[in-house]
């Protein structure tokens, strides 16, 4: 049976009901596609917010806690670390290289958009066992995935972990982790606020890479998507590194009201999010949005995944000093829209409306979920374990040879040495 146009996009009936209850109508295609991509786990967080609320959040140190781009906690001294943790495990399950490189970007991005400048990167990594030549594959290629990013963009990575079990074999955990360092009067939002501002995206230009990974990145992953690479979006540290620097330079400036990563739902993630943080709307036109692919259509230009792209708030009429400083460093700079006072999203294609959605519908209102769970076998197993009960090995020597034998205990040498741990510090 074919599936319903609100499946492909990986809603469900009541999630579409839902979409019908919000707009009094049937949502086009390029609506559909940006409620799908925002209501997808990877967005929305719908089946993990209630577990994720039992994490402490607040304290007398924490500047910023959910609901930015990154966390803030303050260091003393009017210091303050910057730091946020992110997972990229399908992309990396299918093409593992390109996938843990742009979960580092990504991640290195939300940092910078904070104001921050980024000093440190960690990975938490989990694989099938090594017998498995697939999972040696991917645990090989995600390494140097983090390190060729990490490496090339001159951040250090100081800090990892990494534990191999069969129940991750074909679909493995990778979590990237920026920290970054900021003064506090130079904290930013990511806001979109101010009546008549310009709406500018900078840095690469957007292609079809990335199409539809944010929905890709929460469905359940089978043998159709080993063979998806639509969604593998590319990275470019050696850009990153140029956007990067351009941001720090703009921030100076004082013209920006808000900056945002375009990083999971591209386009509309960034809008959405930015207009709905700031309690205004957004009208963008997507014809000027600079590509590098030609017959690209609405759609596809709302929901790339194309990476080292921002999307900035300027103070209206200083929008060629944004463009003197991105052309400084060799990027492209363009407005695309305006902030407005409706709350409502609207992309227009050469001025034509295509899409007109309330921002903060995509933003904050997906559903959440409280889905039921058990306690696992091997808990149990390990909670009702006896001690007293073990037989004590007749050969010690040869347990410690067992036990250094095992990935999990022994060297993980050849993985942290392909990481540059004191590029950046100068010496």
Not at 312 to 337: C, M, N, P, T, Y
Not at 365 to 384: F, G, I, M, N, T
Request: charge should be negative; proline fraction near 4%.
């Amino acid at each position: 049976m074919e599936k319903k146009p609100y499946e492909k996009v990986g809603l469900t009936s009541e999630e579409y009901q839902r979409i019908l209850d919000i707009l009094g109508r049937e949502p086009n295609e390029l609506e559909l596609n940006m409620y799908g991509v925002m209501w997808s786990e990877h967005c929305s967080y719908k089946n993990s917010k209630p577990v994720l609320k039992m994490f402490p959040t607040s304290g007398e140190r924490v500047l910023q806690g959910p609901g930015e781009n990154a966390g803030i906690v303050d260091i003393g001294d009017g210091l303050a670390v910057v730091m946020k943790i992110e997972s990229h495990n399908h992309p990396s399950a299918v093409e593992p290289y390109q996938g843990a490189a742009t979960g580092v970007g990504g991640i290195v991005r939300d940092i910078f958009t904070m104001g921050a400048r980024p000093v440190a990167l960690l990975d938490s990594l989990r694989f099938g066992e090594l017998d498995n030549e697939r999972t040696k594959y991917l645990f090989e290629k995600v390494i140097e995935g983090i390190a060729g990013y990490g490496n090339s963009i001159g951040i250090p990575t100081v800090g990892g972990e990494v534990y191999f079990n069969d129940c991750y074999r074909g679909n493995p955990l990778v979590n990237a982790m920026c920290v970054g360092l900021i003064r506090h009067d130079d904290i930013k939002r990511g806001t979109a606020a101010g009546v008549g501002n310009a709406v500018m995206i900078v840095g690469a230009f957007t292609g079809r890479d990335g199409i539809g990974g944010a929905s890709f990145a929460s469905a359940e992953l089978n043998e159709e998507s080993e063979e998806n690479r639509s969604p593998m979006q590319v990275g470019d540290p050696f850009m990153e590194k140029l956007l990067l620097e351009a941001c720090l330079e703009l921030f100076k400036t004082g013209y920006v009201v808000g900056m945002q990563d375009l990083g999971a739902a591209g386009l509309t993630s960034a809008s959405s999010e930015t207009a709905s943080r700031g309690g205004s709307g957004m009208d963008i036109d997507v014809a000027l949005v600079p590509r590098r692919e030609t017959g690209m259509i609405p759609v596809e230009v709302m929901i790339s995944e194309s990476q080292e792209r921002m999307l900035v708030i300027v103070e209206k009429g200083k929008e060629q000093e944004v463009r003197d400083i991105f052309e400084k460093w060799g990027l492209h700079s363009a407005v695309i829209g305006r902030v407005t006072d409706d709350g409502m999203l609207t992309i227009r294609e050469n001025g034509e409306v295509v899409g007109r959605v309330p921002a903060k519908s995509l933003s904050e209102d997906a559903p959440v979920y409280h889905r039921e769970y058990r306690e696992p076998a091997y808990y149990k197993q390990l909670k009702d374990l006896d001690m007293e009960s073990l037989e004590m090995p007749g050969d010690y020597n040869d347990v410690l040879v067992k036990l250094l034998k095992s990935p999990n205990i022994a060297s993980k040498k050849w993985a942290y040495r392909q990481f540059d741990n004191m590029v950046g510090t100068c010496t």
